[in-house]
């Protein structure tokens, strides 16, 4: 009933998160933040020879491939690397991307004594571990979601990657531009914040626009329902799914009718989910004769998602955002991290090389001594050139604004052309 893994409290008691809790995710978090409220009083990670960082993340679930890929990326950024004297330790800890084991693996890490929270996985995830880090002041740094909730977010949170509002808007512009009408794009997402949060990108980049009059108003209905896994299904021109499950056929059937309502159709299905469940989904489509255009946002994960598709023998009309630079770039940072990756070089581990050199070159700026403190100083207000790519810390908390459109193809992703529209 109970995980191994307790929480301490004064006088040697203690707490035990139950895994299987039905307690709503963020009630469960203030729980938490209450009762374990001893962890902001722990080790800040940094001793005489070692700066000790820790990070979150699916490395067992459905979604471990995301997990492996900044685990790997940030391991290589770190190796044979000493900064202020002291050598750099990455504790990576498993959540099977499940907010409820997120707090407790969040927790064991704080418990251990981290400088910093860096590169954890997901948007639920973030979502219960935000407030955690923020009272125990944290920072969290370089986690791989672009939800709004991260920008600017509770506690210390500096991002290197673009939102996913971003990335939502940049593909729907090209197929404005390239002639779909506001009305023919649609959405299959992930139902829960990270979900919402590209259904937010997809509001953000209609809005105004002909057409949307009626659209706009449903994707506020869906944006405002609460709870977990709300009746999303069957409001306007957007299809859901739960998150860790590969369930496509309600999410797909919402779509088919809202075309049958508003005697539109989709050409082009907005995507934000995890890389399996958006290739079961791409692929029931095809198998049903719907020849739509399915994006993704880069957390859906390229390399796997390219791995499933061609599975389900999807190999065309898919479109990627990607928010770090192409695998051929001749920028240094690309040349450092396929050299330091071999074959685990690819977007996600590409992504974690350069979170990691972020975060080496914050270190590395620190004037006096290595505290939190003075690390959130060296960084906020500030630029980086990080290996060619630019990262902006003077307006905001992000870092980067760069998305990059690819196009899949049987060899592997290129840059999307408005001819392949």
């Known amino acids: 009933m109970y995980n191994q893994d307790q929480c301490p409290m004064p006088g040697n008691r203690h707490f035990a998160v139950p895994v299987g809790a039905k307690l709503p995710a963020l009630l469960l978090t203030s729980l938490l933040a209450i009762l374990c409220a001893p962890v902001a009083n722990a080790k800040d990670g940094v001793t005489e020879t070692v700066i000790r960082v820790g990070g979150v993340m699916d490395l067992k679930g459905d979604s471990r491939g995301l997990g492996e890929g900044m685990r790997n990326g940030i391991e290589a950024a770190f190796k044979g690397v000493t900064v202020k004297g002291r050598r750099l330790e990455f504790v990576p800890l498993n959540d099977n991307y499940s907010p409820p084991k997120t707090i407790e693996s969040t927790v064991r890490l704080l418990e251990q004594g981290v400088f ?27 986690f791989f979601t672009g939800a709004g909730i991260l920008r600017p977010g509770v506690g210390d949170i500096i991002n290197f990657r673009a939102s996913y509002v971003q990335e939502t808007a940049a593909v729907i512009e090209s197929a404005l531009e390239a002639g779909l009408k506001t009305t023919e794009i649609c959405a299959f997402v992930q139902n829960d914040a990270y979900g919402m949060a590209g259904v937010a990108g997809i509001k953000r980049a209609l809005s105004g626009r002909e057409g949307t009059e009626a659209i706009i108003p449903l994707l506020d209905e869906l944006m405002a329902m609460e709870g977990e896994s709300p009746p999303r299904n069957n409001v306007g021109p957007v299809g859901v799914y739960q998150r860790n499950t590969l369930y496509s056929r309600d999410g797909y059937e919402s779509l088919k009718n809202w075309e049958a309502a508003t005697g539109t159709k989709c050409r082009l299905v907005v995507s934000v989910g995890t890389y399996t469940a958006i290739a079961r989904f791409a692929a029931y489509a095809r198998n049903k004769g719907d020849d739509w255009f399915v994006s993704a946002v880069s957390f859906t994960g390229a390399d796997n998602f390219k791995q499933a598709l061609h599975t389900y023998d999807v190999k065309d009309r898919v479109i990627m955002t990607q928010v770090v630079p192409l695998l ?22 590409l992504e974690g090389y350069i979170v990691g050199k972020l975060f080496i070159a914050a270190v590395d700026s620190i004037k006096g001594p290595v505290t939190r403190e003075n690390f959130l100083k060296a960084i906020r207000g500030k630029k980086f050139n990080i290996g060619g790519l630019e990262m902006d810390f003077t307006r905001d908390n992000q870092g980067s604004d760069m998305v990059a459109l690819t196009y899949l193809t049987e060899e592997g992703y290129r840059p999307l052309r408005q001819s392949d529209w």
């Open 116 to 142: 910093v929270m860096l590169g954890n996985v997901g948007t639920p995830t973030a979502k219960v571990s935000l407030p955690i880090l923020a009272k125990s002041k944290v920072p969290a740094v370089g």
């Open 328 to 349: 051929d770039s001749n920028l240094p940072i690309v040349s450092q991290a396929r050299e330091a990756l071999g074959n685990e070089f690819g977007y996600v581990s």
